[in-house]
């Protein structure tokens, strides 16, 4: 590649969005951010062994799911707190992105980044089915499990845009490609964002 630039993904739960997102990084040989970004915001907020971890561990207690925190992208804070938590994550963003080339999974970082001259913007979706497929075999959870996970926290995703960002995380507006990530699979699709990235940035 010849310039730097930077690709957001978006997706919706049992997608498979995030190990499409891990596996374009290693074809592309970029870096990959997705969690390490919650942690980072923590850290430069000084929060005491990460409260947004403790936020979500209480999550988890609640919905007694190892993926509720899913639900909680800021955790369960007060409203000040998740402001400050998303506006210390939008700072992580901008500063990756200003460093090196790189992809970035969630966070509102295709808002974030929106206005990024060399960015391209994607959404991971699937169909119902297949995302409960999916949730079952790579996940290992229980049909009945999998099914209100996924309306669950594809809520939460959607609220949690729309309250930051101010639209919905597949609004094509908003986005340079919305892909069904079932008709390829994560190596067919991986393959084929990679080829649309080369074309689009050059080698």
Known sequence: MNKKYVVTITREFGSLGRPIAK???????????DRDIVEQAAKKLNLPTSVIDEMEESAKKVQKSPFARMMYPLGKGTDLMQDKIFEAQQNIISFLTERETCIIVGRCSDFTLSEVENSIHIFIYAPFKDRVRNCIETLHMEEAEAKKMIVAVDEAR???HMQYAGYLPND???????INSSVLGIEGTADYLVDFIRRKFGE
């Open 158 to 160: 959607d609220s949690y």
């Open 172 to 178: 094509n507006k908003h986005k340079d490609i919305l």
């Open 23 to 33: 596996l374009m990084a290693e074809k592309l040989g970029i870096e990959y951010y």
